[in-house]
């Protein structure tokens, strides 16, 4: 009997345990294979019923694997998370969201594809050069897509097993409940974007912004997208949203996508053009699953390109063309602009700032993730981004260019949102002054309370040396040695509060590290005054709590502690001000990213001598007149030279 062609291949399925509810502290997925080679034999120890089930189109519901998976990654290890429903009639409900893009956006589609294949194609578009992804599917969807989104995405370079083989692509199936679809309509009502909180909004304005949105009737849209929102919500704390589980879900936006205005390009294709080519890092240090780009059209472009997310666009662009008429004119636009003899000085500034700009998505989620506020380095790096920003746009409004892809109105309101954040942190936070520890400092003159206790802790020498002084007089009128008096001090330590300290007898014969010596001493030695309580010792002298200390803690307190406690209300209010500007800084630092790239293919385009393309009226036509390959032409230009070598390809004329 002939095997058939699906034999022998293992589907990855990755299950939550049980099906139990997982809170933010249970993140580890167990997984399981299913042998489609043999269908009446189940790894979980499932009958025959439940195999003809599972082979008559639905996968079993979720429930408890024993054991733990072997290096099974967590959600925070990829890059693209991806979600499919299925309906009926061949409907197909698709979202995902680019955990590496500047802007964490909740891409959504619906369309009529029986045959699962379009899936394959955005996967294909969205993990080109290796890019690690995850999918989310009800448990009872139909073996046929669970079968097409385990298929992987590659036939080499990353995911391959140790006999060289691709690896199945992961699949994690959730509870039917979890795609249920009232639910999940009502988890994208209740997303946030921006620093307004949906709960706070009427139920009539959360119907209206979400229906503004999105289709909400569309039920395997609602269903792809709200199941996908649910895998993001219990696993938040490994993708960086470090709210509580109790708040909703935080993303920049929610978009319709179309799979049309995708150029899908395979793996083979990328590799064969040389747009990328990975090789294997010489170093073992980094372990034999790192490469590094090669000789390729990526690696030629990216020393052109200035800041870390300008790169990380660039390889998106390659990726993922578009075949957005509109967006490409623009961008044509842009480059051929940009490449004229007056932008020269232009693309130096932009260079010069955009070079220091850090991604701000990491930096946020630093910051808001951080309660305590001792990553003055993250505070400092979003200080120097801002200031970065701000000149880059300042540069930009001045010049134009960027007006050919972003509108003029737009540009000066995200002009204007980098700036508000950039002098609101100036104002408040003092990164002088936290130069010399790891806290977040405020500035002074923000706030009159932060400003009297800095200023009552500045001259607390003189209230020790004023209330030594009456304490001194006390113990004098109790009967107390004059010259046991006269050594009294005392002193203020920052949570420990106010002490009255005396000369430590041992100190002088250097008996006060004998811890038998120093027992014995609590005990011989007498206490000035019956509300003297000893406490520690310390540096040659005895510590003690009086009724005056006990006063002073009491009417003046921690100084230290109640100054951090108001920079810290402070603080967390510059935090709550950055969540509302959020979405309007990450867009900005997606525009200035966009412009980054244009500005370094204009810049290839002058060195190499590259000409814009002209769009055809034709359809199906290509037309190259003495095109060449610029590696190619790098390669040979040293040896024989290169020919140039023109192309023609569409239908012959009648």
Request: aromatic letters at 4%.
């Amino acid at each position: 009997m002939a095997a058939s062609p699906g034999a022998g291949k293992r589907r990855r399925l990755l299950l939550p345990p049980g099906g139990r509810e997982q809170g933010p502290g249970h993140h580890h997925l167990l997984s399981t294979s299913v042998d489609s080679a043999n269908p009446w034999s189940s790894h979980d120890g499932a009958g025959p019923a439940q195999a003809e089930q599972r082979m008559h189109g639905e996968a079993p519901a979720e429930q408890e694997v024993p054991g733990s998976p072997q290096g099974v990654p967590g959600p925070s290890d990829f890059q693209v998370l991806f979600a499919a429903c299925v309906g009926r009639g061949g409907r197909l409900g698709l979202a995902y969201v680019d955990l590496d893009a500047p802007e964490r956006v909740l891409h959504v589609t619906d369309l009529l594809d029986p045959g699962f294949a379009q899936l394959g194609r955005l996967k294909r578009a969205l993990l080109a050069g290796g890019r690690p992804g995850l999918l989310v599917a009800p448990a009872r969807s139909p073996g046929e897509l669970l079968d097409r989104a385990a298929e992987p995405v590659a036939s080499g370079g990353a995911g391959q097993g140790q006999a060289g083989e691709a690896e199945p692509f992961p699949v994690v199936v959730l509870k039917p409940a979890d795609f249920d679809l009232e639910t999940c309509r009502q988890r994208l009502l209740f997303l946030r974007s921006g620093g307004v909180d949906p709960a706070e909004r009427k139920a009539s304005e959360r119907e209206l912004r979400g229906q503004g949105t999105l289709d909400l009737c569309n039920e395997q849209l609602v269903r792809a997208a709200g199941g996908l929102v649910r895998f993001m919500e219990r696993h938040r704390a490994q993708l960086g949203d470090l709210d509580g589980p109790g708040q909703a879900l935080h993303v920049h936006g929610v978009r319709l996508f179309s799979l049309d205005s995708m150029l899908f390009v395979d793996e083979q294709t990328l590799d064969a053009l040389q747009v990328f080519h990975r090789e294997p890092h010489p170093s073992l240090v980094r372990g034999p699953g790192r490469a590094k780009e090669g000789l390729s059209l990526f690696g030629l472009l990216e020393p052109l390109v200035a800041s870390a997310a300008g790169r990380a666009n660039l390889r998106r662009w390659l990726q993922q063309p578009s075949r957005d008429a509109r967006l490409l004119r623009a961008r044509h636009d842009a480059v051929e602009e940009l490449t004229r003899t007056r932008h020269q000085e232009l693309l130096r500034g932009l260079h010069r700032e955009l070079r220091d700009v850090r991604d701000m998505a990491v930096l946020l989620r630093r910051i808001f993730g951080c309660y305590h506020f001792d990553n003055v380095h993250d505070w400092r790096a979003l200080a120097t981004t801002l200031e970065h920003m701000s000149g880059a746009f300042a540069l930009v409004r001045a010049e134009g260019p960027a007006a050919l892809l972003v509108p003029r109105r737009e540009l000066e309101q995200l002009s204007a949102d980098v700036l508000t954040a950039e002098e609101m942190l100036g104002c408040i936070v003092d990164l002088e002054e936290s130069s010399g520890s790891s806290d977040v400092h405020v500035c002074a003159g923000v706030d009159d309370r932060l400003d009297a206790v800095r200023e009552q802790y500045e001259s607390i020498d003189g209230h020790l040396t004023e209330a030594a002084q009456l304490e001194r007089r006390r113990l004098l009128d109790l009967g107390l040695d004059g010259r046991l008096t006269d050594a009294v001090a005392l002193h203020y330590f920052p949570q420990l509060g106010f002490h009255a300290s005396l000369p430590n007898p041992l100190a002088g014969v250097g008996a006060d590290g004998d811890a038998a010596a120093m027992e014995e001493l609590k005990h011989r030695v007498a206490v000035p005054a019956e509300d003297w309580r000893y406490q520690f010792a310390g540096g040659g002298r005895l510590f003690y709590k009086c009724a005056l200390v006990c006063r002073l803690d009491e009417e003046v307190g921690d100084l230290v502690v109640a100054a951090r406690e108001l920079e810290l209300e402070l603080l967390l209010g510059v935090t709550e001000r950055l969540r509302c500007l959020e979405p309007r800084l990450c867009r900005a630092a997606q525009v200035l990213a966009d412009i980054d790239v244009l500005a370094a293919l204009s810049a290839a385009a002058v060195q190499f001598g590259w000409a814009r393309p002209k769009f055809s009226s034709e359809p199906q036509r290509l037309r190259v007149v003495k095109g060449r390959h610029p590696l190619v032409e790098a390669t040979l230009a040293a040896h024989h030279g290169f020919v140039p070598n023109s192309t023609d390809l569409g239908p012959r004329p009648e």
